[in-house]
């Protein structure tokens, strides 16, 4: 198995969809049933990328961006309006029921469990889908039963709360060794405790399987702890494609620098940076990397100052992404 092996290629990817018009009242229905009209919506606008066995991307933009999109036409849901897309050796839209048996997915607000039933009945029926020996499913299913913490295999799915039922969601997907496994918002509504119990589940399926991970989440803490590559795409258009350490020098231009002072400061006139706030022993201030460099504004602080602490932060992965898609 090459290190660097790539098992998923898009090429010019396009997905448009049109979209019917009409106009209010009898009339307006009439005309467009006789003489409909549509108008062209693009969703995926000619995206190329590649992406490693063994990887976890990151794929994010904002609401409409196209991230659903994609991903439905890498499983085969959706065909693409023209471009090319290899997932594991397969066209994904001409061959999904081959490809179906390599890959796993997660839809955060599209469940495969049945509601009515309990999760068990769901894993017996997933493990015949996938054509699963017994003796391999029942090992599988015990194994991921204990390490997600599942000890509710035979309480409808209609009485479980939100993060037992996206536990649940992963193990279902996983249950015949998928080589690949699409995370479309999988933490979407959980508490803190959930949120990290589903990302350490994934770091570790990652490491011991080598799981490649096609993550989708509006959760920046997702993308910081789980992703070593991240691609964002805005109005359809891949706009940034590069590791999350990447990102960060390309696009932070400021820093918020936090100050303790022993004693509280008179005056502070420090040309490229501005007091966020401030109150007699403590000041947050701005510095715009364009005008100074951070070295020169401690070396301001700490000669004209008394100063017990100083915190140097980043701006947050969220503010930074805020500022592509505003491009």
Known sequence: ?????????????????ATKQKKSGLSGSMHSLLKPKTIDSVAVDNISFEV???????????NGAGKSTTIKMLVGILFPTSGQADVLGYTPWKQRQKLAMKIGSVFGQKPQLWYHLPPIDTFNLMSKIYEMDEKEYKKRLNYLVD???IDYLNTPVRRLSLGQRMRAEVVASLL?????IFLD?????????????????????????????????????????????????NHGKMV???????LKSTYVTSKNVEVKFEKS?????????????????DMTIHLDQKKRDIKDLV????????????????????EIIAKIYKK
């Open 185 to 233: 918002e999988p933490t979407i509504g959980l508490d803190i405790i959930a949120k990290q119990k589903i990302r350490d589940l994934i770091l570790e399926l990652n490491k011991k399987e080598n799981v490649t991970v096609f993550l989708t989440s509006h959760d920046m803490d997702d993308v910081e702890k789980l992703c070593n590559r991240i691609i964002v795409i």
């Open 52 to 62: 490693n066995r063994g990887e976890i991307l990151g794929f994010l933009g904002p």
């Open 299 to 318: 070396d301001y602080l700490t000669s004209n100052f008394e100063v017990l602490d100083i915190n140097i932060a980043d701006p947050t992965v969220e």
């Open 240 to 246: 940034f494609n590069n590791t999350l350490s990447k």
């Open 265 to 281: 400061p008179k005056k502070f006139t420090f040309s490229g940076a501005r007091v966020l706030k401030r109150s007699s022993y």
């Open 176 to 180: 015949h060794k998928p080589e690949i």
């Open 1 to 17: 198995m090459a290190k660097n092996e790539t098992i998923i290629r898009v090429e010019n990817l396009r997905k448009v969809f």
């Open 147 to 149: 390490r997600f913490e």
